[in-house]
């Protein structure tokens, strides 16, 4: 099979994100159907294999199930810890900092954010360079511009695209400083998560415009979010619920911290139980509490430190069917912070993360439960 014979390959993964409601508008669906996702996928990716990432090589798997992958809607992992997944010859271990996004979520970010012909498009994290051509077949690659933070990255996917005919314009750098020669933009669409929206989209986005994106954290709390620029230059929308997560920006990703080692602080009995981790919203509503706290997964223990002042707090169960004790120590009090994010959300009704909001301008960014003047936390900027 070569890469003219995929046709029917596409036409299945187009149908197969029908099928699961990700893929509505006919535009989008004729544009899966003709970029063949094999030619950004190169010839090497990574698959999970226990706590480490194993290599995938077109040439070890043969033709056919490599195109068969390569059109599975499936996100695969291309670069681990900045090492391609071509250069590792063993399994390695690290996070993925660069991968070919699940086709579906890319085309329900688009729909999300509503592009639609003619518009001009910034997209952050191009990545294998899929989306930007998914981007170029319905808009026209002279309205789309893409930034990548990694200059290989970057080289690759300049590659991919023009094999498939398509050359927007593509820039090195960092993306959370925009593109302002392509401005003004109709929409930024990102790839990578932010902690809190840089400024440089408000002030690339035209009036009326959109920034759609996943807002993340070191909690690994995640929301998707599509924000419209209003004329007194705020921009504000909901989240809509889709439970869905992004790597974070080069720039916001947490900094190295020392290993872990639990330190006894005041002790009292939990007030939330800690399983609220475990819950889409119930994490989200965490980390708006504490947006410079790390979240370290401990069997069902939840282990919070503080990245900027190295403050703690960890749970552990009281006994069987007893509740849980909290740990704190340092100057900031994580878990009192999170306790009652979590409880003014419980007092709300525990409503999905589509009950949450967000306004952004120049000043401060705030996240809100139910309405702009409803309780708020504001995000680290
Ligand atoms: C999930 S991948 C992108 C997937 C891509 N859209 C695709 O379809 O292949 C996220 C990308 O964002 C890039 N990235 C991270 N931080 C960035 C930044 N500050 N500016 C631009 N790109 C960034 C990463 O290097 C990575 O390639």
Same mark, same amino acid.
């Given at each position: @099979?070569?890469?003219?014979?995929t046709a029917s390959l596409r036409r299945d993964l187009a149908?197969? @994100?029908a099928d699961i409601g990700s893929l509505t508008d006919p535009a989008w669906r004729a544009a899966v159907e003709a970029v063949p996702r094999d030619v950004f996928l190169g010839t090497d990716v990574y698959r999970p294999a226990g706590p480490l990432w194993e290599p995938v090589r077109r040439h070890g798997v043969g033709e056919k199930e490599w195109l068969g992958l390569a059109h599975a809607d499936t996100t695969w992992v291309t670069q681990v810890d900045g090492t391609d997944a071509a250069d590792a010859s063993d399994p390695v271990a690290g996070?993925?900092?660069?991968?070919?996004? =699940?086709?579906? =979520?890319?085309?329900?970010? %688009?729909?999300?954010?509503?592009v639609k012909e003619g518009d001009k498009v910034l997209e952050v994290g191009t990545g294998t360079g899929y989306s930007t051509a998914i981007l170029c077949h319905r808009l026209g690659a002279a309205n789309v511009t893409s930034i990548e933070y990694d200059p290989g990255l970057g080289r690759s996917a300049a590659e991919h695209l023009s094999t498939v005919g398509f050359s927007p314009t593509l820039v090195t750098g960092d993306g959370l400083q925009g593109y302002y020669e392509g401005g003004d933009y109709d929409a930024v669409v990102a790839t990578c998560a932010v902690r809190h929206i840089p400024p440089s989209w408000l002030w690339q986005v035209r009036d009326g415009g959109t920034i759609t994106g996943a807002l993340g954290g070191w909690m690994t709390g995640s929301g998707l979010i599509r924000l419209s620029l209003g004329g007194d230059g705020a921009a504000s929308g909901r989240f809509t619920g889709d439970e869905v997560s992004f790597m974070l920006a080069r720039p916001h990703e947490r900094p190295p911290r020392? @290993? =872990?080692?639990?330190r006894v602080g005041d002790v009292r009995a939990c007030r939330v139980d800690p399983g609220l981790f475990q819950d889409w919203t119930g994490r989200f509503v965490a980390q708006l509490a504490a947006p410079s706290a790390e979240f370290v997964t401990k069997g069902d223990d939840v282990v919070l430190v503080d990245v900027a002042t190295g403050s703690q707090a960890w749970t552990e169960p009281e006994?069987?069917?007893k509740g849980w004790t909290v740990h704190?120590?340092?100057?900031?009090? %994580?878990w009192d912070r999170v306790e009652e994010a979590l409880a003014t959300w419980q007092a709300a009704g525990s409503p999905a993360q589509t009950a949450f909001g967000m306004t952004v301008t120049d000043e401060v960014q705030t996240v809100w439960l139910e309405a702009p003047d409803g309780p708020g936390w504001q995000l680290p900027t």
């Open positions: @099979m070569t890469t003219d014979d149908a197969r @994100m996070r993925p900092t660069s991968s070919s996004t =699940l086709p579906s =979520l890319v085309v329900r970010m %688009l729909e999300v954010a509503g020392p @290993m =872990l080692i639990r006994g069987a069917g704190q120590s340092g100057p900031l009090r %994580l």
